[in-house]
């Protein structure tokens, strides 16, 4: 269940994350990979989330608009929170908060590209807010902001 990861240059603290002093408005980092009934499997056993919405097709079927099993949005979520802690800020940032827009299904099958953009930074606090989106064939699935704490010097 790899996916790939856009890295565009590298910070200097450990684990080539970013200081909060080598961040700047604009910045951008994304990470790619594609959804699986595994993966969505895998997800419900460790969250605890075995809704059948996720798990049981004739269920969604009957049940859902999407005539099948979609995967848990949070399992969308979750790439945006590997594109934190893996490339921007990296490895050692702190999540402080995150709003969530669910806009469209993710289901088996489906690519989904987890996007992060720096759109501030206060200095004052040590913290830089992100936009944040998934993306399924250019579609916009999931929106939202967050506000990290990158590692400090």
Request: glycine share 12%; charged share 20%.
């Amino acid at each position: 269940m790899s996916g790939d990861i856009i890295i565009k240059g590298a910070g200097s603290a450990p684990g080539n994350a970013y200081y909060f002093d080598e961040l700047e408005i604009g910045q951008k980092a994304s990470f790619t990979k594609e959804v699986t009934d595994a993966g969505i499997q895998a997800f419900a056993d460790v969250s605890g989330d075995s809704n059948p919405v996720h798990l049981d097709q004739g269920f969604a079927a009957e049940h859902t608009p999407f005539g099948g099993c979609i995967a848990h949005g949070m399992l969308s979520a979750s790439f945006i929170s590997t594109v934190f802690g893996m490339v921007l800020p990296g490895p050692g940032a702190i999540y402080i908060n995150q709003s969530l827009k669910f806009r469209a299904p993710v289901k088996a099958g489906d690519v989904v590209t987890a996007e992060v953009e720096i759109t501030d930074l206060i200095e004052k606090r040590g913290f830089a807010q992100f936009s944040t989106r998934c993306l399924v064939d250019g579609k916009v699935v999931l929106e939202g902001e967050a506000t990290l704490m990158p590692p400090k010097r």
